[in-house]
């Protein structure tokens, strides 16, 4: 499986911005669609946002539609969700993942993620 290591997480004011980035090991990141899910206390998972392989086709849960952007350079073989315009309910640990596709992702269906990343908006 693809290994993961995700980072770019912290404390940020509502309203404020941060850059999470998701480094992959190995020679076959761009065989796989890419994602990221969310975790919070209390809450269900949350698949957030996805890209295909190639990066043409791309979804996010309504909630962060026009304020976060997923992209991918898989020349780096890496990963970024961008999110702007914060919110305190945007709290949680931010997970990157990888599945064979995005659908079987948007049903939490992955083959491999990372260690997590703590994303805090505080009021």
């Known amino acids: 499986q693809v290994q993961l290591v995700d980072s770019g997480g912290g404390l940020v004011q509502a309203g404020g911005s941060l850059r999470l980035s998701c480094a992959a090991s190995g020679r076959t990141f761009s065989s796989y669609a890419m994602g990221w899910f969310r975790q919070a206390p209390g809450k269900e998972r949350e698949f957030v946002a996805g890209i295909s392989l190639g990066g043409g086709i791309i979804y996010y849960v309504d909630s962060v539609k026009g304020r976060f952007t997923i992209s991918r350079d898989n020349a780096k073989n890496t990963v970024y969700l961008q999110m702007n315009s914060l919110k305190p309910e945007d709290t949680a640990v931010y997970y990157c993942?990888?599945?064979?596709?995005?659908?079987?992702?948007?049903?939490?269906?992955?083959?491999?993620w990372g260690q997590g990343t703590q994303v805090t908006v505080s009021s």
């Open positions: 993942a990888a599945g064979i596709h995005l659908a079987a992702m948007r049903n939490h269906e992955y083959k491999s």
